[in-house]
């Protein structure tokens, strides 16, 4: 092999392939291809140097594709969510698939089990494959995702904002105004006390509506009893439960109304009230958030916020071509609605 290693072929050179150079190597091409890019933080310097060695040896020079890729011309799309066990982020990346491969897009789904180190792995590998574009869905803070940011590349929010700059492109409902309308719709229950139980405050989303709902019980329920209790586990199912308790535990009383940041949040509260021997609604009325597309069949008495999940993949696209046309884009906000279910428990 010569030193460029290319064959004349009616007046043609032959282009050394990326395989080429990670066979000379000794590594994988996607090695090669994250030593070419910039993104080589997993490899070893001897293997970059190895790898850089091999590229001058072989003259190696990326394709027009590769380089295409490079402006993000790519199809490929990365969605990170943080908890794929939450049916409300299944149903949002179910969505974004279905609009992305409509519009000649792959979707790339990592779950990150809400955890920086996770996220930052999957964005570098993300980045390394040259993706069009990211989307996270529930974003926790995180350096790599601070590299991204700074650096202009097309990345959207959806559900939560951004962690520290919540003016980013950002895709969801008005959680500030669910959160108070569902307070107003408690205090036509009259309920003498109010349970508000809540996941992890690191959610956007979580702060906006517990604040929201806060705020908003002062004006409308300002005699009852505001308890906000929240968990740090991301098994909501438990946090509803295990609250649950302790309230009744605390209190010697089931609150008038309990209302639960999602609805698995809402289950748990409802499996706690019956096994104290309460009914569901008659001694307690419970409110959730999504309503989850099976409650019509496995909870008929739970009242919820609908958000509207199949429509997040449409907004989700429409944003992405806004950043693409190279437009300022802050928030696509999807319309929500209360619905009110009957009394039967």
């Given at each position: 092999?010569?030193?460029?290693?290319?064959?004349?072929?009616?007046?043609?050179?032959?282009?050394?392939?990326?395989?080429?150079?990670?066979?000379?190597?000794?590594?994988s091409i996607a090695t090669v291809s994250r030593v070419v890019n910039g993104v080589s933080n997993k490899a070893s310097a001897e293997t970059i140097a190895r790898v850089r060695a091999a590229i001058a040896e072989l003259g190696y020079r990326p394709s027009g594709a590769g380089q295409a890729l490079r402006r993000r011309e790519s199809r490929i799309v990365a969605v990170i969510a943080a908890n794929l066990a939450n049916p409300a982020m299944s149903a949002i990346a179910a969505s974004a698939e279905g609009a992305l491969r409509e519009a000649g897009y792959v979707m790339v789904l990592c779950d990150s089990h809400d955890r920086a180190d996770l996220q930052d792995e999957y964005?570098?590998?993300?980045?390394?494959?040259?993706?069009?574009?990211?989307?996270?869905?529930?974003?926790?803070?995180s350096p790599v995702l601070d590299e991204i940011v700074a650096a202009g590349e097309r990345t959207v929010f959806v559900n939560r904002r951004h962690p520290g700059n919540p003016s980013l492109p950002f895709v969801g409902i008005d959680n500030h105004r669910a959160a108070a309308e569902v307070a107003a719709e408690i205090a036509r229950w009259r309920p003498d006390g109010i349970l508000m139980i809540h996941g992890p405050l690191g959610s956007s989303a979580t702060r906006d509506r517990v604040d929201a709902f806060r705020e908003a019980c002062a004006r409308h329920c300002p005699g009852a009893r505001l308890d906000i209790r929240g968990g740090e586990a991301p098994d909501h199912l438990d946090i509803g439960y295990r609250?649950?308790?302790?309230?009744?535990?605390?209190?010697?009383?089931?609150?008038?109304?309990?209302?639960?940041?999602?609805?698995?949040?809402?289950?748990?509260?409802?499996?706690?009230?019956?096994?104290?021997?309460?009914?569901?609604?008659?001694?307690?009325?419970?409110?959730?958030?999504?309503?989850?597309?099976?409650?019509?069949?496995?909870?008929?008495?739970?009242?919820?916020?609908?958000?509207?999940?199949?429509?997040?993949g449409t907004a989700i696209l429409d944003c992405l071509r806004e950043l693409g046309?190279?437009?300022?884009?802050?928030?696509f906000h999807l319309p929500h609605a209360l619905v009110l279910r009957g009394q039967a428990g």
């Open positions: 092999m010569t030193k460029t290693d290319k064959a004349e072929e009616g007046g043609e050179a032959r282009r050394v392939s990326i395989s080429t150079v990670a066979a000379r190597a000794g590594v964005l570098r590998e993300m980045r390394a494959q040259l993706v069009s574009a990211f989307v996270l869905l529930g974003a926790v803070e609250i649950t308790q302790e309230h009744l535990r605390a209190t010697g009383r089931a609150p008038g109304a309990i209302f639960g940041l999602s609805d698995l949040i809402a289950y748990g509260a409802s499996r706690a009230l019956r096994e104290a021997g309460l009914r569901v609604p008659g001694d307690c009325r419970v409110m959730g958030f999504d309503d989850n597309p099976l409650n019509d069949w496995i909870a008929p008495w739970l009242s919820s916020v609908r958000v509207p999940y199949e429509s997040f046309a190279g437009r300022q884009v802050t928030d």
